[in-house]
């Protein structure tokens, strides 16, 4: 069940203005201002899709998931209209007092592969 050290594909999102500005908005800020930094949840969380959806050595139960911590560290913001592209790895696959606890990593990378960002995600799946 352990997949502490396994790296998934590469997802690339598209920063698109129309859903930044949409963004931007629901969350009171100025969509003029450009990509809010917690947009990142949008770019870079999908990197968590093929570990939580499809893998079927990961195992997540997610009905049982329990989306814990979550921060993020930017090198920079990306703009819109922009191309990034998020890689994700698991850090760490630890079961305690029958509770599983995923550390997750992505790394985000904009175009000609400079760095946006870096997010660490803990998941913790009840028994």
Do not use: N
């Amino acid at each position: 069940m352990g997949v502490e050290g396994k790296t998934y594909p590469a997802v690339t999102s598209v920063i698109e203005p129309e859903r930044v500005a949409a963004f931007a908005r629901a969350i009171g800020a100025d969509p003029a201002a450009g990509v809010p930094p917690t947009f990142a949840a949008v770019y870079s969380l999908g990197a968590t899709a093929p570990l939580l959806f499809g893998d079927p050595e990961a195992a997540v139960d997610f009905a049982k998931l329990l989306h814990a911590d979550q921060e993020f560290e930017w090198d920079r913001h990306p703009k819109p209209g922009e191309t990034v592209t998020s890689q994700g790895r698991v850090v760490s696959d630890i079961s305690r007092r029958g509770m599983r606890f995923l550390t997750f990593e992505t790394h985000t990378r904009g175009e000609g592969g400079s760095s946006v960002c870096r997010s660490r995600a803990l998941f913790v799946i009840r028994s």
